[in-house]
Structure formats: C-alpha cells, structure tokens
C-alpha cells in the first residue's frame, strides 16, 4: 500500500491574501487540487489523506468532490503545528492501512513534483527505508547564527534543498514521531520528518528532485507557479514526466467534466 499524506494546514500569513495559500485559484483550479491531481493519477499511489484546517474541511471535502479526486480516504483537521497536522494524518492512515504501507509527506502548496520524483520516493524506501526529496544548490549558502555576520560557506558541492515528499514506511515513522512527542522539548526546531529521524540517528537517504518543484508561500511564488503552468506542455524541461497512460487519464477525466457540466 503507497499512501500519500497531504498537509494543507497553513493559514497563509506570508501570502497576506485573504484565505490560505493552498486555496488560492491558479488558472481556475486551487492550488491544494493542482498537488492533489498529481497524486491522484499516479498509478503507484493507493490512497491519500489530507490534513487541513478544521474549518475547511467540508470545503475540502467539496473540492475533493468536484474534481473527483477518487483516492482521498478521508479529509481529517490538522494541529497545533505542521508536525501535529502530520502525526494526526499518520494516525489515522495506521488505524486503516497496515504498518508495512509506504507513505509520502507532502506539501499542499508544492503543486509541480514531477511523476519520476513520486516513483522515486516509493523505490527508494523499498531499497533503504526512507527518501528525502533533494536538489542540489545552485546558489552559494551561507550560515550565520545572528543573521548579521557570515559564520561559514559550506562547499556548495555539498549543499542541497530539502523538498518533498519525505516518505517512509508507517510504522518508522509514527515510532520516529512517538520518540519527539515524548521528549521534553516536543517538536521544538523539528522542521521536517528528516530532522525528526536525524534527531534519532536514523540515516536518511535522498532521492533526486525536480527545481520545478517550488513551494508556494509567497506571492512570488505565486508568479513563478503560473509561468511553470505556462509550460507544463514541454514537461521534458520541467521534469514532469507524465507518462502518456497518465495524461490520457487526466484529458479523459477533463473532457467527462465538461460534458457533464454542459
């Protein structure tokens, strides 16, 4: 069993638009669909959950509906935190799939990860327990603890970016999850289910991504996801590679929309 989990909790506060990020429309469709399609005609991908905010769950739930998003088992509210909202989704997800099931962590707001990166990930956890979407920096990092003065440049040789999905198998990643629940400190600088099983000295494991594969935070974001929608045709380019099985779904399923809409 191939779960993917998608958190959509984010009250959108660095978008500064009136409703959170993952439900703003990007050509006519909003965002949390665009990431949702892409898990949905994924032929590896078994199930999906969704944890968003508790007041938009029937919104959800109706978006789900009208874009026939078939894969969606439940739309269940987030938590205190991004890492609350994602225990929550792995709960329910162990009470309905087995502990030996392979789940993918993903961002909502992350609507352009490419077909190959999802294949990836479920590959990868068979071969070493985990996969951690990364691409190589292109830019020079800096580190500065007081954000003034420069402390180190690593080689850039050895940097990378942490995308997602972030995946594991259940039961590694609920016990990985018990272990920081359960210390004094919580999820406290626990930024993602990488540091979570670092913090444990468990070996994480990357996967190749996709730059294409931004993170929609703020209205820059929002520009920079439009234009790759633009060209969403040369998906060489972009790194999309939708095979063609999975694209004459999709047009199949666009093409019954509007004939029932008409």
Known sequence: MNIAIIFAGGSG???GAGVPKQ???????PILIHTLELFEFHEMIDKIYVST???????????VADYRITKVAKVIPGGETAQ???????KMAES????DSIVLLHDGVRPFVAYDVITANIEGVKANGNAITSTACYETIMISKSGDVIDEVPYRKETFAGQAPQSFY???IIAAHDV??????????????????RSQGIEAHMVPGNRGNIKVTTPEDVYMFRALLQYKENEQAFGLGLTNKIATRMNQSIARRERETK
Do not use: H, Q, W
Request: proline share 6%; net charge negative.
């Open 53 to 63: 905010l508790k007041d938009y769950i029937p919104y959800v739930e109706d978006l």
């Open 96 to 99: 309905e799939n087995p502990g």
């Open 13 to 15: 506060v660095r978008m």
């Open 170 to 172: 259940l039961k590694d």
């Open 23 to 29: 439900f703003l429309e990007i050509n006519g469709k």
């Open 180 to 197: 920081v629940r359960n210390s004094p400190n919580g999820y406290e600088n626990m930024v993602d289910a990488c540091t979570i099983i």
């Open 84 to 90: 609350d909202s994602i225990y929550n989704a792995l």
